[in-house]
Nanobody, 123 residues
Framework: QVQLVESGGGLVQAGGSLRLSCTRSGRTFSGYAMGWFRQAPGKEREVVASISSGGGSIDYADSVKGRFTISRDNAKNTVDLQMNSLKPEDTAVYYC????????????????WGKGTLVTVSS
């Protein structure tokens, strides 16, 4: 059974940092683009960062550029999201996702979703 499991969420003060990790089990996703998405209360789910299967193509939402860094380790089947200089508006449930057959992971191309991890940034 395919599973994506996120970890690393929590409560942090504005300006702080968190590192989210996504562990994949059940199959290898080495050929998949991977993405981190987030959904704040009352808002639609949006892509935060995407990384291609080999890691050579990385894309960020404008709102997180320069603050967040996505990385992957195909040997360990993990995808991480380092989040620095966090702001209250970054508060959301963060989801890991796997996208087959594309370079950039977007909502419409997701085949597998994790259950999410909550990030709360206090002001």
């Amino acid at each position: 059974q395919v599973q994506l499991v996120e970890s690393g969420g929590g409560l942090v003060q504005a300006g702080g940092s968190l590192r989210l990790s996504c562990t994949r089990s059940g199959r290898t996703f080495s050929g998949y683009a991977m993405g981190w998405f987030r959904q704040a209360p009352g808002k639609e789910r949006e892509v935060v960062a995407s990384i291609s299967s080999g890691g050579g193509s990385i894309d960020y939402a404008d709102s997180v550029k320069g603050r967040f860094t996505i990385s992957r380790d195909n040997a360990k089947n993990t995808v991480d999201l380092q989040m620095n200089s966090l702001k209250p508006e970054d508060t959301a449930v963060y989801y890991c996702a796997a996208c087959p057959g594309v370079v950039v992971c977007r909502t419409g191309s997701v085949m597998y979703w994790g259950k999410g991890t909550l990030v709360t940034v206090s002001s």
